[in-house]
């Protein structure tokens, strides 16, 4: 054999070599496994629609996989929300998915809009639930399914939301009422007993003052739910205050 013939042999094999390091990189690291975790009955009902269309991804390379696509994916199903979305080499993809959960209840234009306890938008006109909160006194920017709500009042609404929590949700609150101006930001939650809970200034140290009215609602009782309602305020000398005051006061 000449010397030709073993260049062009050497480069034949070299050839070869690269090819089956090329294919095996690529066999390697092929997505084989996407695995969804749903935690919540709502995204079971639709894990199998949700499947066939992540198995499309199946014997793409890994490496080069953009996440974001597989995100995508799920913001089609507002009432989903991925917790975790991660490669797990050399073949596998793990997706862990969690409900939210619907709380606030906000009427818009003879429209009504479900919202989660972080004001994402869930549904327009339908909803799951029965017992939710009726959110009102907000002027409205924006309420897109599938999106945050957007709302003049941002900063007060964030604090609406936390003071929300610590009134336990829909457990305890029937509306929330908002009365935003130029010199106050308070806020009126209407609890299932008949109780209306007014937070004077909510953005100054609301979560504090809910606090402390839920401390006076929980040591209440019944009869004297059934009669008064919680004023809280702070005093000239800094002090949180939760006052019971007639109904009709």
């Known amino acids: 054999m000449n010397s030709k013939s073993k260049v062009f042999l050497n480069l034949i094999i070299s050839l070869i070599f690269l090819a089956v390091l090329v294919f095996g990189f690529f066999s390697v690291f092929s ?33 080069f996989l953009k996440t974001e696509e597989i995100s995508e994916i799920f913001a089609d199903y507002p009432y989903l929300q991925v917790t975790e979305l991660k490669k797990v080499y050399p073949s596998s993809l793990s997706v ?3 409900e939210r959960q619907e709380i606030y209840k906000l009427n818009v234009d003879d429209h009504f809009y479900i919202l989660d306890d972080t ?27 599938g999106n945050m709500l957007s709302v003049e009042e941002s900063e007060l609404i964030k604090v609406v939301y936390e003071m929300s929590a610590v009134g336990l949700y ?58 008064d309602d919680i004023l809280v305020y702070k005093t000239d000398e800094g002090e949180i205050k939760a006052t019971w005051t007639s109904h009709d006061a």
């Open 119 to 145: 004001g994402f938008v869930l549904a327009k006109d339908v909803s799951y639930g029965d017992k939710l909160i009726n959110l009102s006194g907000v002027s409205v920017k924006s309420s897109v399914v």
């Open 31 to 63: 997505l084989k496994v996407v695995d969804v975790k749903f935690s919540v009955v709502y995204g079971k009902e639709y894990s199998e629609e949700i499947q066939n269309r992540l198995d499309v991804y199946k014997n793409k390379n890994l490496l």
């Open 96 to 98: 862990s998915v969690k």
């Open 170 to 227: 829909t457990n305890n609150i029937e509306g929330i009422e908002i009365e935003y101006g130029l010199e106050k930001s308070d806020v009126v939650f209407h609890m299932r007993t008949g109780v209306d809970i007014t937070v004077m200034k909510a953005l100054d140290e609301g979560l504090k003052k809910m606090e402390n009215a839920m401390q006076a609602y929980d040591n209440a009782d019944d009869y004297l739910k059934s009669t």
